[in-house]
Nanobody, 113 residues
Framework: VQLQASGGGWVQAGGSLRLSCVAS????????MGWYRQAPGEQRELVAR???????TYADFAKGRFTISRDNAKNTVYLQMNSLKPEDTAVYYC????????WGQGTLVTVSS
């Protein structure tokens, strides 16, 4: 199983980024897909999760600013992040399965004030 995340980078506060994660080695449409993040010295936390039929769940800090979506034909899950804040700085990971049975390598998002 491979989960290849991309799209991270440096952005100023208030800016936007779009993360992508391409999955292989799984029957993508059968899996919950999620985005998680881990800031330095912190535990990994759920950002958003999307069911195979598109039903979504968001952490409170992500509601209204982040949007998770998926394209089952492309085996890809996305995270659109708007109105970014310095506290959003973290490594962002995509995970397959309700609790992240499989993980990708992560992509670093840095938000400067």
């Amino acid at each position: 199983v491979q989960l290849q995340a991309s799209g991270g980078g440096w952005v100023q506060a208030g800016g936007s980024l779009r993360l992508s994660c391409v999955a292989s080695g799984i029957i993508f449409r059968n899996y919950f897909m999620g985005w998680y993040r881990q800031a330095p010295g912190e535990q990994r936390e759920l950002v958003a999760r999307i069911r195979s039929d598109g039903v979504t769940t968001y952490a409170d800090f992500a509601k209204g600013r982040f949007t998770i979506s998926r394209d089952n034909a492309k085996n890809t899950v996305y995270l659109q992040m708007n109105s970014l804040k310095p506290e959003d700085t973290a490594v962002y990971y995509c995970g397959a399965g309700f609790n992240g049975n499989y993980w990708g390598q992560g992509t670093l998002v840095t938000v400067s004030s």
